[in-house]
């Protein structure tokens, strides 16, 4: 067998491979789509609801705190308290906070010296009076029911709840994209492990938790930059159940550079693994062991593996045109891609009619989006293992925000 025919194997199977893990998931999360919609899901508003604590920790975020703060407070959650943690921010986040306090006495401000998120959720905590802790990022929307569709998912068996993360500030091209990734790819597969009362991620933009199992677990760790991964994981090594309320809307800043992406990416990306490699010291039992051969699987070796298909055929274009004897090679490369790529889209084209925030461009988009998520990925994941191997420690980031209220409307 030909060197060329080995290429265009290891092409073909990768391409398998891929687009079966795609349909396994896609299958997955329509049946999860399907019980969610004959299931009632009405929010939870009733005047004797829990208490449930909102901690928001933040850093260098005067532009957007007071605005996260107000949305926060605009909650139909009739029992609501809001912990603001600065920590050892150099601006007026601090003053913003104090004001909004001085105003409302459901908010609390603590003011820590700079020693990173984890430690700030953690002295939250601390302070909490709730029973149910939310975990709210700086730069994070609430719409006025997030809470209670939040509440009204929370199962007994379960410890956590992720909410429906949204893009706000949609005015680029690159935001659309991140967009179009939030509401249609991240949501199919966190509608997909649901399905198994998992999760990759309960996020830490919007996520509710029960205190129980933060305490059970000793809080949020520092050991890696994605906190809440590592708290997800560790729950679930426990035995614990996630879910995901599909109607419970959070919207958060996308980033608006592309620099800035891949920053945020490679700290996403390192986080997981650290996560996974720290997985080895939990006590897993078989469902824990199966989630950490999933997430494996699905956040790693998939969308590498996707990545080099599109690279393949890149250089299979490249070398037919400096040798033109290579056409049948690149010929065969070249159709392997078209057909991965238009199976990859239609598979992805099921987690349309499961959102009702996908626009027009959302679908115009997703073939650009699959494409550049799956280079972003690979980018990303590359550079997450060098710094891993490097030990360079990651501290908070400043960011530049874009004014909520200077956005359009948050109405869906």
Not at 235 to 251: D, E, L, T, W
Not at 389 to 402: A, I, P, Y
Request: aromatic content about 6%; overall charge positive.
């Amino acid at each position: 067998m030909s060197a060329a025919n080995i290429f265009t194997m290891a092409i073909l199977g990768s391409a398998f491979t891929c687009l079966g893990i795609n349909i396994c998931l896609t299958f997955m999360a329509l049946r999860q789509h399907f019980a969610d919609t004959c299931a009632a899901n009405a929010s939870q508003n009733t005047l004797d609801a829990p208490l449930v604590s909102v901690l928001v920790p933040c850093f260098n975020e005067q532009v957007v705190i007071g605005e996260t703060l107000q949305h926060i407070l605009r909650s139909r959650w009739a029992s609501l308290e809001v912990i603001a943690i600065n920590d050892g921010s150099i601006d007026d986040t601090l003053a913003i906070m104090r004001r909004v306090a001085q105003s409302d006495r459901r908010v609390r401000v603590i003011n820590l010296v700079n020693e990173g998120k984890a430690q700030a959720l953690n002295a939250g905590l601390l302070h909490a009076s709730g029973d149910f802790i939310l975990t709210v990022d700086a730069d994070t929307v609430l719409e006025p029911d997030t809470i209670g569709h939040l509440m009204a998912r929370l199962a007994p068996q379960m410890a956590a709840v992720s909410a429906n993360i949204l893009v706000y500030n949609r005015s680029s091209r690159l935001t659309r994209l991140q967009e179009t990734e939030y509401v249609l790819l991240q949501n199919l597969e966190r509608r997909c492990l649901a399905a198994f009362g998992a999760a990759t991620v309960v996020p830490g933009a919007c996520g509710l938790w029960r205190r129980s199992w933060i305490s059970d677990c000793c809080g949020f760790s520092s050991r890696t930059v994605a906190e809440d991964q590592d708290l997800t994981l560790r729950v679930q090594a426990r035995g614990a159940r996630i879910g995901f309320a599909p109607k419970a809307y959070a919207r958060t800043e996308a980033v608006c550079s592309l620099r800035g992406l891949v920053k945020q990416r490679t700290r996403w990306s390192l986080g997981l693994l650290q996560c996974l490699l720290q997985a080895s010291g939990y006590t897993l039992g078989k469902r824990g062991m199966a989630l950490v051969a999933l997430l494996w699987m699905i956040k790693i070796i998939a969308p590498m593996m996707a990545a080099l298909i599109d690279l393949a055929c890149a250089s299979a274009l490249i070398s037919l045109a400096i040798d033109p004897q290579l056409f049948p090679v690149a010929q065969n490369v070249t159709y392997c891609w078209l057909s991965f790529v238009l199976v990859d889209l239609l598979i992805a084209s099921a987690a349309l009619p499961m959102e009702p925030n996908a626009s027009a461009h959302s679908v115009i988009s997703l073939l650009v989006t699959r494409i550049f998520q799956r280079q972003l990925t690979a980018a990303a994941m590359t550079l997450a293992f060098r710094r891993l191997m490097g030990r360079r420690q990651l501290v908070w980031e400043v960011k530049h925000r874009t004014p909520i209220d200077l956005l359009a409307p948050l109405d869906r």
